[in-house]
């Protein structure tokens, strides 16, 4: 029966203190591993080691955007990699054009492990490619894997910002990315065996939550619904539900019937075919 298996490293809102910031690995059907988002710091080196995941078996990033507490770990994750896998290829990191003006900007700032920088990749002191830069396109249909495809939609939240559909062995996980209550996501997310979207506050927070470029768990209810989902795990939890998050369930579960949960750092989840 096909499976796919979800990793997080992080669920934790840009401002959060008790978690770390949003990345998730998936290991799909036919062997390809995804990184989604790379958190900030050293995080998914640490919460990856934890589950048995070393960052050295990344070869495949996808990024929503680029605030720092989803972007700023993958100089990270490309040095540790450089390190342990000399003969690598180039790390493909998957992309759209505003986050990479920034990718480039930061590889500029950190120079860690990072010599030069072009709109191809970025090159280390030895003039080794160590990462690929892949600009995409919402809609663009992107092959991974033997069976695994990738395609993002544009999010609600800042110019460039989006979601990802990864779909392998049939199956399809549909991530929000950072946004407010997004047509397009309800649209990307439609018969996917799980929807991750983000659970910044409830909605006695909405117009907050709204400001800042986020959506409430009554919004994530709605799209799961609407999108027909199987499941909804929430993140991008703000410090407040850390350590009681039973009130996003709640609410999220007040406009969409299926299972929801709310993820932690370090959960595993496993989907497959009903």
């Given amino acids: 029966m096909p499976a796919m298996k979800i990793s997080f490293l992080g669920t934790g809102s840009g401002t959060s203190t008790n978690r770390a910031h949003t990345a998730m690995v998936y290991d799909c059907d036919d062997g390809t591993r995804l990184l989604v988002d790379t958190s900030s710091g050293n995080s998914v080196a640490r919460n990856g080691s934890e589950l048995g995941i070393p960052v050295a078996s990344y070869d495949q990033v996808l990024l929503s955007h680029h605030h720092p507490d989803h972007m700023s770990g993958l100089m990270f994750v490309q040095f540790v990699r450089a390190l342990e896998r000399q003969d690598a290829p180039p790390l493909d990191v998957y992309l759209t054009e505003e986050p990479l003006e920034w990718a ?4 500029n700032a950190s120079h860690l492990n990072v010599a030069t920088v072009n709109q191809d990749g970025a090159m280390n002191s030895d003039g080794r490619q160590v990462m690929r830069w892949n600009v995409v396109t919402p809609g663009q249909q992107i092959n991974l894997g033997p069976t695994t495809t990738a395609s993002c939609f544009p999010a609600d939240h800042i110019s460039g910002a989006v979601g990802w559909r990864v779909e392998s ?12 209550y997004n047509p397009q996501l309800i649209e990307a997310a439609k018969g996917a065996q799980l929807l991750i979207h983000e659970a910044f506050r409830t909605e006695v927070d909405k117009e907050l939550a709204k400001l800042h470029g986020h959506a409430t768990a009554a919004d994530a209810g709605r799209s799961a619904t609407q999108a027909g989902a199987a499941e909804l795990v929430l993140t991008h939890l703000d410090s407040s539900f850390h350590a009681d998050f039973q009130p996003l369930i709640d ?4 406009h969409y019937d299926g299972p929801v ?5 370090l959960l595993q989840v496993t989907v497959s075919s009903p």
């Fill in 104 to 107: 480039i900007k930061m590889c």
């Fill in 169 to 180: 062995g049939g199956l399809a996980v549909v991530f929000s990315g950072d946004t407010r």
């Fill in 251 to 254: 609410e999220a579960k007040e």
């Fill in 261 to 265: 949960s709310v993820a932690s750092d």
